[in-house]
């Protein structure tokens, strides 16, 4: 391995020669997250000393280009100590490793990096813990590990519990597709916290994915993906209320869905042979006290929403059209002529939409990039019904609805394998 | 100032400790005797150590392996008479052997005639130098120590019919020192055996010596008193004279013991020793660099005393509950090696038997700061038998050759105090000293060495530490210093081969010089100093400018 993979720098070997054989790796990957990065650091370490006393730990930064201190106040945090000052916080030495890329690096670079440490040190169980997320607590640590490093589980996705308009993305598109396709419920394709095995750490490095685009901007939901196409054991650790360092812009969106809507896809399409067959779907076991998954919301700029949406249909109307089948393309044109107060953009619609999406991405009827990159108004007009018809629904009403869309997705599954297989 | 004009022999003493009962018998009646113990003197002067702690010797009826005195001013009829004693301390002195001998001063044995007299009536003279009460419920924040065999520290004597105070076994009453007249006979119990000619003591069960409602009845002031006071006396009539103290408490509560150096000479580093065993298991040096940056300065002419094994349980009194139940885990899954909070083995078979692990604990014993005790047998890698109750199994005896009884007696087997260890694997036919010294290689040999090297320099037993800290974990270095000398050692924690890299910067120019075969190594230049390591193997360099 090491005379191949030579990303990753001599300095970072030397350090994680030191740390040697461990039992539990934490990657942190990290850009100018000086805000946040202390108090997650010291979470991972609470839990270390809360919950495995005993283990061989390290802690690995991976850092892409930071210029606001990360790296230096990652490895200088605060050690906590006995507070009488007496006996040992835990046994054994906790290692902080950490390496920095001169430039801003894709994720799918920094978490190919967090799992050839994992393969070097042989840990037996990793996490990736992202300080994006404000409110890292010790307890998500062991919420996560535990089942990977105790129970032998390969992949563990988070669950939080999210406001009813946060997460719109996982509960509007990836998780009803994911569970359509691939006949798994995961509520979380794109966590910015999980845990996987070590032997799926070693699985994952070895495919031959990493220069793949789609990969390297979200290679959380392909590891997600993947480790229920292959016959890893997966689970769900309820974690709690999520918060963010930084709020959601309307660029992050765009963003969002050419990550993980482009790795989604990029799943589908390289393992057609694994959920063509699959019918209905299966729970995935969930660990973690019980939970509601949806709380109270956030404000949201719904007007800008609806613009942005009707302005992407006319100024996209060519690709759409090469992307989406006759009725469907007339039906998007069709609302996209409604006012505010009537307009809807349906289950059955929004369904019928992703798929030819997906089914599009699979033929490349045009460059798959900018055919993501279409969605994303589409996605917003969806947001914008649901906020319009959710706006006095109760938290159990959103798991209702959430429910009934992810239902419509594997109604119309079959439609979906036409599309795909249709020649044209 | 109180070391001016003094040795400070104790500083560069490597201690033997040993219990004359378990060492040798010269009369085949199956307990170690003095004129046994002088036969040995001459193994022991090869060996290299240089004192002797001996385990307590006085009358007793022996419920408590001697620590239940029954008269402080002889010897044992078992052990020889006190002429025996005698000529084992001049036989000691002539080797260049000090002794130390064992005064327990909080307790004595409820068949001790101080403790008869007191029972037998309210209105005795010698009523008032033990703890009495009428009621059980007074003292009730201090602990119970031995939890595995009483439940209060309060024992009902039927005799007089009131409540005795007993911080130990319900057998051995607490003496008074509220009463001066018990301080002034245990001065003059101190002074006898000072006269004879005994170079110190160690002074049992220290922290208990004075008791006083809604407190723990540990370190308190009125026990420093005590010990000032003892101290004082010693400075003047006895200045070579050291006190050496059993506080099993957390470094910065026994600190209080060396005072201002007017109160002990020594104490043991107790939280230490488990941490050592601990750091091996957990490859690891973290336990031991934070037990030490945890320890305080004591004044110049002090010293710690620390030590693998002795002859109690290792105890675990002084480590968290995680610490401890790793220890458990690791040391002790047979539930009949665990006694109170410790557990009761010898050093060789907590360490699997394996050479390299004991010589590794060997040396991070004679190179941390402080002067180490060696347990009788642990210096050939003898075992021990959980089987025999109590702490008796890590106090067999002494495995001399492989003929009868080990070499210990020619008494009938049946007769011995103990049986000798016999199994396959750690019996007398297999670990003894004659086969050891026959081979140049064996764990004895190799010992005589370690012992020859700590010697060499009086670095190891007076020097500073000074950690460094390579970023791998399971490599324990640090430079130990005293005025130009600078020894640095390196140990491998790890059952694996290790490369460590030392920041040696500050020694730019020294030349290492392996203290073993005495070769040169290369000189330090500013580069880091790569260094690889077999499976727990320790280097000492002495850091020479040349």
């Known amino acids: 391995l090491l005379a191949e993979e030579t990303f990753l720098d001599d300095d970072f070997l030397r350090q994680l020669m030191n740390v040697g054989e461990v039992d539990l790796l934490i990657g942190i990957p990290s850009h100018n997250n000086v805000a946040t990065i202390g108090t997650t650091v010291e979470a991972v370490e609470e839990s270390f000393q809360q919950n495995f006393v005993r283990e061989r730990v390290v802690t690995v930064n991976v850092d892409a280009g930071s210029r606001d201190g990360t790296v230096e106040l990652f490895l200088n945090a605060a050690v906590r100590k006995n507070a009488n000052g007496r006996g040992l916080t835990s046994l054994r030495t906790e290692h902080r490793v950490a390496t920095r890329y001169p430039h801003t690096v894709l994720p799918g670079q920094v978490c190919r990096v967090i799992l050839s440490a994992a393969e070097l040190v042989r840990a037996k169980a990793c996490a990736v813990i992202s300080p994006v997320s404000s409110n890292v607590t010790p307890s998500w640590i062991a919420s996560l590990l535990k089942p990977a490093y105790r129970e032998k589980i390969d992949f563990v996705a988070p669950l939080y519990s999210r406001h009813k308009y946060d997460g719109l993305l996982g509960r509007n598109l990836l998780y009803p597709m994911t569970r359509a396709t691939f006949g798994r419920r995961l509520r979380e394709l794109r966590p910015t916290e999980y845990a996987f095995s070590g032997q799926f750490a070693s699985y994952c490095l070895n495919q031959d994915v990493w220069h793949e685009e789609e990969i390297a901007a979200s290679p959380e939901t392909w590891m997600a993906v993947y480790s229920f196409c292959s016959d890893f054991r997966v689970s769900q650790a309820f974690l709690g209320k999520k918060m963010h360092a930084v709020t959601s812009s309307g660029t992050d969106i765009v963003a969002a869905v050419r990550q993980s809507v482009g790795a989604l896809f990029w799943c589908m399409e390289s393992q057609q042979s694994v959920w063509m067959g699959r019918t209905g779907s299966e729970a995935i076991p969930t660990t973690g006290p019980d939970h509601e998954l949806t709380t109270e919301p956030q404000r949201l700029n719904r007007k800008r929403i609806f613009e942005l949406f009707r302005s992407g249909v006319a100024e996209l109307e060519g690709i759409l059209k090469s992307v989406l089948s006759p009725e469907t393309h007339a039906e998007i044109r069709r609302i996209a002529t409604l006012d505010e107060k009537n307009f809807r953009l349906g289950g059955e619609l929004w369904t019928r939409t992703a798929f030819e999406f997906a089914a599009a991405y699979h033929r490349a009827v045009l460059n798959r990039d900018h055919l993501i990159q279409a969605l994303v108004p589409l996605y917003r007009g969806r947001i914008y019904s649901f906020l319009l018809e959710h706006n006095e629904s109760s938290p159990e009403e959103i798991e209702a609805d959430t429910e009934a869309l992810c239902l419509e997705f594997e109604r119309q599954k079959p439609y979906l394998i036409e599309r795909w297989n249709a020649k044209e | ?546």
């Not at chain 2, 320890?295 to 675990?316: K, S, Y």
């Open chain 2, 1 to 546: 100032v109180a070391e001016q004009g003094r040795s400070l022999w104790y500083k560069d003493a490597v201690i033997y400790q040993l219990h004359v009962r378990t060492f040798c018998d010269s009369n085949d009646d199956g307990i170690g005797d003095f004129p046994g113990l002088i036969q040995k003197l001459d193994y022991l002067q090869e060996l290299g150590i240089n004192a002797i702690w001996l385990m307590p010797f006085f009358p007793s009826p022996l419920r408590d392996d001697g620590y239940d005195t029954s008269d402080y001013f002889n010897v044992h009829p078992s052990y020889g008479t006190l002429d025996d004693f005698k000529k084992f301390l001049t036989a000691a002195h002539q080797r260049g052997i000090r002794i130390i001998i064992e005064l327990v001063l909080n307790h004595t044995s409820d068949q001790h005639p101080w403790f008869q007299e007191a029972r037998s009536s309210r209105e005795n003279p010698k009523r008032d130098w033990y703890v009495w009460s009428e009621t059980d419920d007074r003292y009730k924040e201090a602990r119970i120590i031995f939890l595995d065999t009483e439940m209060s520290n309060w024992a009902w004597d039927p005799i007089s019919k009131s409540y005795y105070w007993h911080r130990f076994f319900s057998h051995q009453p607490d003496l008074n020192f509220d009463n001066p007249a018990v301080f002034e006979m245990m001065w003059q119990a101190m002074k006898f055996w000072l006269d004879i000619g005994v170079d110190g003591f160690r002074l049992d069960a220290v922290p208990y010596l004075a008791e006083r409602e809604g407190t723990s009845c540990e370190n308190l002031p009125e026990t420093h008193a005590i010990v000032r006071e003892f101290r004082r006396r010693l400075d003047q009539a006895y200045p070579e004279a050291m006190l050496l103290a059993e506080a099993n408490q957390w470094p910065a509560d026994v600190r209080a013991y060396f005072a201002e150096g007017d109160e002990f000479h020594m104490a043991f580093h107790f939280p230490l020793m488990p941490r050592m065993f601990m750091a091996v298991q957990l490859e690891d040096r973290k336990p031991i660099i934070e037990i030490l940056e945890q320890t305080p300065q004591i004044p110049d002419a002090c010293q710690w005393c620390i030590f693998l094994r002795n002859h109690d349980e290792l105890t675990l009194e002084m480590v968290t509950d995680v610490e401890r139940d790793y220890m458990y885990d690791e040391y002790a899954k047979d539930k009949a090696m665990r006694l109170n909070a410790g557990i009761r083995r010898r050093l060789a078979p907590m360490m699997d038997n394996d050479r390299r692990r004991i010589q590794l604990l060997n040396v991070l014993l004679m190179s941390m700061p402080g002067t180490p005790i060696i347990y009788y047998g642990d210096e050939i890698g003898m075992g021990d038998n959980v089987y025999l109750g109590d702490r008796n199994g890590v106090r067999t005896p002494m495995q001399w050759n492989g003929g009868w009884n080990g070499g210990f007696s020619r008494a009938d087997p049946e007769r011995l105090y103990s049986p000798p260890i016999s199994n396959p694997v750690y019996g007398y036919q297999a670990i003894n000293v004659d086969s050891q010294q026959r081979s140049p290689h064996s764990l004895l040999s190799w010992m005589k060495s370690l012992i020859a090297i700590r010697k060499s320099s009086r670095v190891f037993s007076r020097g500073t530490i000074e950690f460094l800290r390579p970023s791998n974990h399971r490599v324990l270095a640090y430079v130990r210093q005293l005025g130009e000398e600078k020894i640095l050692v390196v140990n491998n924690l790890a059952a694996s081969a290790q490369a460590v890299e030392l920041d040696l910067r500050h020694y730019k120019g020294y030349i290492p010089i392996e203290m073993v075969g005495r070769n040169l190594f290369p000189r330090i230049g500013e580069v880091p100093y790569l260094l690889t390591l077999g499976p727990y193997h320790s280097y000492a360099f002495r850091l020479r400018r040349i």
